[in-house]
C-alpha cells in the first residue's frame, strides 16, 4: 500500500504532466526516497493508482539506474568508474572501499550499513577521483579522504 | 548596465561557490532581457532573428544553429496546443562537468533563459529535465523557480504583458540515453528512455505530440546576455566566426584541471598549457578528447586548432561538449578506449543491434586485448565494428559517438594496441 504521504507527493508531481502516466518515475522515485527501495509490491501499488499496467511499471523501473530494484543498505555508496576518474586513480579507490567495507559492487555490509554500486561520471572530472554517498558528492579522492567521508555515515 | 561582459556566463558566480540568488542576480543586471522582451513588446520573430543573428549554437554537443531550431516551430492558430520548451540538465558525458556549474551556481540565469526561449517559440511549459545525480543543482534549482514564482516572473501574465509560462523541474531516473533528445521526450513522458526515429523532428512532433524545442543548458544561459546586449556583442565575443564564450574544461593529469569561461576559438594549446598549466611534472601530453567521451581523439600536432565547430570538424574531431580529457604516457591508451567502449556498452538503450550487440562484442576484445588476449586480427574486428556504428545505421547517436574514440584510438595509437597483442600484455601494468 502506498502511504498518504507517498500519494500526496505523485499527486503534486502528477499536475505537471497532461497525462498520469507520465509521473511514472516521479512516483518510482517518491517511493523509493520514502523506503530505500522499490519491491515488486511497490510497483504493483504504483501501477494501480496510476492505472497502468504491472509491466509497464516493472519496464521502466528496470530501466534507469537511479531506481534499485533490489533492498539497499542504509547509505549507498556510488563510485564514478568512468574516463577521467579511471585516470585519475578510480581502481584504487574501488579496492580501499572493497577493502575498507568488506563488499563488492552489488553487495551490502552485514550490518546493513553500507551498498557499493558503480555510477558514471559524476560531473565532478575536474576532482577526479569521484564518488557520492547517497545526496553527497565526494571529491579528489585519497584513502584518507575515503575513510573520513565513510565514517559520517553511520 | 556595469560588469565585465567578457564572460558573462560567470561573472556573477561567487568564488566561495555559494548561489546567485534572486536579489543579487537582480542586481547585477538579471532578469532585464525577459522584462525587455515583455514589456516593449518585442515580438517572438525578433527574439528568434536576433539569436540566429548572433550565430548562437548548440552548447550540448551537436552544435546546431539555436535560432534556426526555434524557427522551425510551426506558428499560428492552427497550431497544436501547448508547445514545449525543455532544457537538457542531463549532463551524463563521461568527461563533462560545465552544466552543473551554471545550475548550482547561476540558476536564475538559467531561468530566464528558458523564460525568453519559451517566449521566442511561444511555449506555453518549460521542463527543466535533470540527472538525479545532481542533488545541489537540484536543490537550488528548486529554490531558484520558487522565488521565481513567488515575484510573478513565473506563472500566469508575467508582468502584465499576457504572457504565462509554467516552469517545471525533473529529477531523471539516470540514464545516458535520456540526454538524446527524443529519448528524453520518452524519459519525461515516463516511458524509457528508447530514442524516436527521426523524422519528424520534436520541433513540429515532440513531447506527447507537441511542437516541443529541447536545448542545452549552456546554450539557454547565453540567451538573455544576447537580448541584452545583441547579436553583434555575442557574435565579437568570439576569435572565429562562432560567436559567444564557451565554458571550457580539462581533466586528466594536468597540473590544474578546471573549467574557464573564455572566448569560441580559443586554441586547445592555450587552455591546455595556459589554463590548465600543462601536463604534471614528469608526464608527458599524448592526446585528448576535445568535447566528452564521444569526440575523436586529437594528438599533438593538431593542438594549435581553434575550439570551434568548424575548425575541430576540419581536424577530424569535434566541439562536443567543449571539456577535454588529456591523455598522458603513463596511461594506456588501450586502458581508456576498453573504459569508453565498457561505458557507451552499458549505456545501450538496447534497440538497434549493430548498438547494443557490436558494443557488447567490441568492449569484449578490448577487455580481453588489455588482460593480454588479444589475437591477431582483433584490430581489423574492431575497425569493421565501428563501421557499422556509422551514422544511419543506428535510431540514435549514440554508437556513432562510440566510434568517434575508438576509430581514432586506432589511428593514433596503434603501435600501443599492437604491442598489446604482441606482448600478451599491457606494457603500463
Ligand atoms: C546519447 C546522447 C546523449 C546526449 N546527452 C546530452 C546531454 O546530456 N545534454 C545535452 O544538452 N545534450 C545531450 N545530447 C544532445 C541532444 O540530443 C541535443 O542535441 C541537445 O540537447 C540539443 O541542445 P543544443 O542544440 O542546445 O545543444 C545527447 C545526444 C546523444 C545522442
Ligand atoms: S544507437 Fe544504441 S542507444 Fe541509440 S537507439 Fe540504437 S541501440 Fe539505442
Ligand atoms: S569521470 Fe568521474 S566525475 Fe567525470
Not at chain 2, 131 to 155: M, Q
Not at chain 2, 218 to 237: D, M, Q, Y
Not at chain 2, 379 to 406: N, R, S, Y
Amino acid at each position: 500500500m502506498l502511504t498518504a504521504e507517498e500519494i500526496q507527493e505523485i499527486e503534486t508531481e502528477a499536475e505537471h504532466y497532461p497525462k498520469r502516466e507520465a509521473v511514472c518515475i516521479d512516483a518510482l522515485r517518491i517511493v523509493q526516497r520514502h523506503r530505500g527501495w522499490v519491491s515488486d509490491e511497490n510497483v504493483r501499488d504504483i501501477a494501480e493508482h496510476l492505472r497502468m499496467s504491472v509491466t509497464d511499471v516493472d519496464s521502466v523501473a528496470t530501466f534507469y539506474n537511479l531506481i534499485f530494484r533490489k533492498p539497499v543498505g542504509r547509505h549507498v555508496v556510488m563510485i564514478c568508474d568512468s574516463v577521467s576518474c579511471w585516470i585519475m586513480g578510480y581502481d584504487r579507490v574501488r579496492t580501499h572501499l572493497r577493502e575498507r567495507l568488506g563488499i563488492d559492487y552489488g553487495q551490502t555490509t552485514s550490518d546493513n550499513r553500507f551498498t557499493m554500486l558503480p555510477i558514471v561520471c559524476l560531473g565532478c572530472c575536474d576532482h577526479a577521483p569521484a564518488m557520492m554517498v547517497d545526496r553527497d558528492l565526494h571529491s579528489d579522492l585519497t584513502p584518507q579522504k575515503i575513510d573520513a567521508a565513510i565514517e559520517k555515515y553511520r | 548596465m556595469t560588469g565585465n561582459y567578457d564572460k558573462p556566463l560567470t561573472e556573477r558566480m561567487r568564488p566561495d561557490g555559494s548561489v546567485v540568488d534572486l536579489q543579487a542576480y537582480e542586481r547585477a543586471g538579471g532578469y532585464q532581457a525577459i522584462r525587455k522582451v515583455l514589456r516593449t513588446g518585442v515580438t517572438p520573430t525578433a527574439v528568434i532573428e536576433e539569436v540566429q543573428n548572433s550565430n548562437l549554437r548548440g552548447r550540448g554537443g551537436a552544435g546546431f544553429r539555436t535560432g534556426l531550431k526555434w524557427s522551425f516551430v510551426p506558428r499560428g492558430k492552427n497550431v497544436p496546443d501547448p508547445t514545449y520548451l525543455i532544457v537538457n540538465a542531463d549532463e551524463m558525458e563521461p568527461g563533462t562537468f560545465k552544466d552543473r556549474l551554471l545550475m548550482e551556481r547561476d540558476p536564475h540565469q538559467l531561468i530566464e533563459g528558458a523564460m525568453v526561449a519559451a517566449f521566442a517559440i511561444e511555449a506555453d511549459i518549460a521542463y527543466i529535465f535533470l540527472r538525479g545525480e545532481y542533488t545541489l543543482a537540484a536543490d537550488r534549482l528548486a529554490r531558484a523557480i520558487a522565488e521565481a514564482y513567488e515575484r510573478h516572473y513565473l506563472g500566469k501574465n508575467i508582468f502584465a504583458s499576457g504572457y504565462s509560462l509554467e516552469l517545471y523541474l525533473h529529477l531523471s531516473g539516470g540514464r545516458y540515453i535520456c540526454g538524446d533528445e527524443t529519448g528524453l521526450l520518452n524519459a519525461l513522458e515516463g516511458k524509457r528512455a528508447n530514442p524516436r526515429s527521426k523524422p519528424p523532428f520534436p520541433p513540429s512532433v515532440g513531447l506527447f505530440g507537441k511542437p516541443t524545442v529541447v536545448n542545452n543548458v549552456e546554450t539557454i544561459s547565453c540567451v538573455p546576455h544576447i537580448i541584452n546586449r545583441g547579436a553583434r556583442w555575442f557574435l565579437g565575443l568570439g576569435r572565429t566566426q562562432d560567436g559567444g564564450t564557451k565554458l571550457f574544461g580539462v581533466s586528466g593529469k594536468v597540473k590544474r584541471p578546471g573549467l574557464w569561461e573564455l572566448p569560441m576559438g580559443t586554441t586547445m594549446r592555450e587552455i591546455l598549457e595556459e589554463h590548465a598549466g600543462g601536463m604534471l611534472d614528469g608526464l608527458n601530453f599524448r592526446g585528448l578528447l576535445p568535447g566528452g567521451a564521444s569526440t575523436d581523439f586529437i594528438v599533438e600536432k593538431d593542438l594549435d586548432t581553434a575550439m570551434d565547430f568548424s575548425a575541430l570538424a576540419k581536424v577530424g574531431s569535434r566541439m562536443g561538449t567543449g571539456t577535454m580529457i588529456v591523455l598522458d604516457d603513463r596511461t594506456c591508451p588501450v586502458g581508456m578506449t576498453w573504459n569508453l567502449i565498457h561505458f557507451f556498452a552499458q549505456e545501450s538503450c538496447g534497440f538497434c543491434t549493430p548498438c547494443w550487440s557490436g558494443l557488447q562484442w567490441a568492449e569484449r576484445i578490448l577487455k580481453s586485448m588489455e588482460e593480454g588476449h588479444g589475437q591477431p586480427g582483433d584490430l581489423d574486428k574492431l575497425a569493421f565494428q565501428t563501421k557499422m556504428w556509422a551514422p544511419g545505421h543506428t535510431v540514435c547517436a549514440l554508437a556513432p559517438g562510440a566510434a568517434e574514440p575508438l576509430d581514432s584510438a586506432l589511428k593514433h595509437f596503434r603501435d600501443d594496441f599492437e604491442r598489446h597483442i604482441r606482448e600478451h600484455r599491457c606494457p603500463w601494468r
